[in-house]
């Protein structure tokens, strides 16, 4: 039963991945591949704890906070960008 579960969430997650790549290609402005790239780490972020589940090891969670801590920050120096055209003062 919970093999089934984690197999429909992996398809279900992997089919949100395609979305926000497809958005981040062919976003219309700079602030829909902003919010495309966030969506897509925190995609990545699940389908690591999913995958984490499936193998019962806890290598995969690792990876994850690491995705989570860089997709954070390259989101905010990206919208600090957007906002005032540098990302350092």
């Keep these: 039963m919970l093999t089934a579960a984690l197999y429909i969430a992996f398809i279900s997650i992997a089919a949100a991945i395609a979305i926000c790549m497809t958005r981040l290609v062919r976003g219309p ?3 829909d591949r902003v919010l495309a790239f966030d969506m ?24 994850a906070l690491l995705i989570a801590l860089t997709g954070f ?9 957007l906002a005032r055209g540098k990302v350092m003062d």
Excluded at 54 to 61: E, L, M, N, W
Excluded at 73 to 81: K, L, N, P
């Design 40 to 63: 897509l780490y925190t995609n990545t972020i699940a389908l690591m704890v999913i995958l984490d589940i499936y193998y019962s090891t806890s290598v995969f969670f690792e990876a």
């Design 73 to 81: 920050v390259a989101t905010a120096a990206f919208a600090r960008y």
């Design 29 to 31: 402005h700079a602030p």
